[in-house]
């Protein structure tokens, strides 16, 4: 049976990795778990590939968006999503861009962001 905690990107798609000295070396290369990265001035929009199942319900969440540097927030704020594929990713990190954006704006009836599977829309 295989390990399916661990995972590489082949062509953009995750791939369960049982070889721990092959997942390692992936893993040691940042640019290849980098998915895509926004800057707004001194806000990061980050999404990566995260290389390990951070699922909980048997779902496999294997990429993050993250916003960091968002002003005027608590320092209990944290925007963080996960999903399943790279195209969710995208997605994902496409509309974390747009909320960062909104959320400097000052926008006052921004909508709320709602996971759907994982992805948010």
Known sequence: MIDTSNYILKHRKPVPCADLFKWAKAFEVRRSRRIRVTYLDK?????????LDHGWD?????????I????????????QTRCTTHR??????KNAVLFAK?????????PKLVCSDGVLV
Do not use: R
């Open 43 to 51: 806000v990061k929009i980050s999404t990566v590939f995260l290389c």
């Open 58 to 66: 048997g779902i496999p969440m294997l990429f993050e968006t993250m």
């Open 68 to 79: 960091f540097g968002l002003p005027d927030t608590d320092d209990d704020f944290e925007f």
């Open 88 to 93: 969710q990713a995208l997605k994902m990190h």
């Open 102 to 110: 909104g959320y400097l704006l000052g926008w006052k009836n921004q």
